[in-house]
């Protein structure tokens, strides 16, 4: 059987914060994520996504942002903790189609660096991780986004 998720993520941009995306720090940024824990739009809505196909809720049921104890956490913490909650074991990966919507800097060079390191998280091959950006066409530079959808499989 198969399972369709999807998930999206959004935080505003302030200069002199870092940005992450995919739990890579992106070093030319000109700006960072305000946000509770690191801010990280592409693992957040991927985590969503997942318990979205499973009708399980959402991030913030599990890691309330009012709770001190995720200041500042790192987003792979959030997502091995869904991967638990929808029991990972017993699921195969089809694919995950990303977008990511940034104006700067451009992502394309670091494409492969975030497939790699969200395949390597989820334990799947690259090729199975899509990841496409856009911008805003200068309409909300302190603005970041993510949109994931994930097609599962029960094995
Ligand atoms: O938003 P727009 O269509 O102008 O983006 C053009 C191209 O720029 C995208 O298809 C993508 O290849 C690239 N891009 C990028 N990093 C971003 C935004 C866009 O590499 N942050
Ligand atoms: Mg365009």
Do not use: C, W
């Not at 690191?38 to 959402?58: R, T």
């Not at 997502?79 to 929808?86: G, P």
């Amino acid at each position: 059987m198969f399972k369709i998720g999807y998930g999206e993520d959004s935080h505003a941009l302030e200069k002199g914060k870092i940005l992450t995306i995919g739990n890579l720090q992106i070093k030319n940024s000109p700006r960072g994520t305000i946000a509770h824990s690191d801010g990280d739009v592409l693992l957040h809505a991927l985590s969503d996504a997942l318990l979205s196909a499973f009708a399980a809720g959402d991030i913030g049921k599990y890691f309330p942002p009012s709770n001190m104890d995720y200041k500042d956490l790192d987003s792979n913490i959030i997502l091995a903790k869904v991967l638990e909650l929808i029991n990972y074991d017993n699921l195969k990966i089809n694919n995950i189609a990303a977008v990511v919507i940034l104006d700067k800097p451009k992502l394309g060079d670091l494409r492969e660096a975030i497939q790699a390191r969200v395949a390597e998280l989820l334990a799947i091959e690259i090729n199975k991780v899509g990841i496409t950006f856009k911008t805003s066409e200068g309409l909300a530079e302190r603005h970041v986004q993510a949109r994931v959808t994930v097609l599962l499989e029960l094995i």
